[in-house]
């Protein structure tokens, strides 16, 4: 069974960056997504990439911040994460996608990691 270990979470300041991965045995052969959760919110999809790295999405919130890449030689999915603000304090998922497109709907992914805290605040 696939098991997702995800690292990388902190408290930085607003500004600052960070580096999640999410690392499995395996995890070359599926599609990834990051997630996010705030507290008393709902879990929001962050970001998407498929297997080869060819289709990527982002949600808007991260649009232009926040990187996804892949080393599949590593079996890792890496999310950068920049000009990180307070808003972005989230515990942080990933899950691999059980269907072949790209996809952002928190349904469409399974064996998810148990989430690294990022806290952003100065």
């Known amino acids: 069974q696939l098991q997702l270990v995800e690292s990388g979470g902190g408290l930085v300041q607003p500004g600052s960056s960070l580096r999640l991965s999410c690392a499995a045995s395996g995890l070359n052969l599926y599609n990834v997504g990051w997630f996010r959760q705030a507290p008393g919110k709902e879990r929001e999809g962050v970001s998407f990439?498929?297997?080869?790295?060819?289709?990527?999405d982002y949600g808007d919130s991260v649009k232009g911040r926040f990187t996804i890449s892949r080393d599949n030689d590593k079996n890792t999915v890496y999310l950068q994460m920049n000009s990180l603000k307070p808003w972005d304090t989230s515990i942080f998922y990933c899950?691999?996608?059980?269907?072949?497109?790209?996809?952002?709907?928190?349904?469409?992914?399974?064996?998810w990691g148990q989430g690294p805290q990022v806290t952003v605040s100065s």
């Open positions: 899950a691999v996608s059980i269907f072949g497109f790209a996809t952002l709907v928190e349904d469409d992914f399974a064996a």
């Open positions: 990439i498929s297997r080869t790295g060819a289709s990527i």
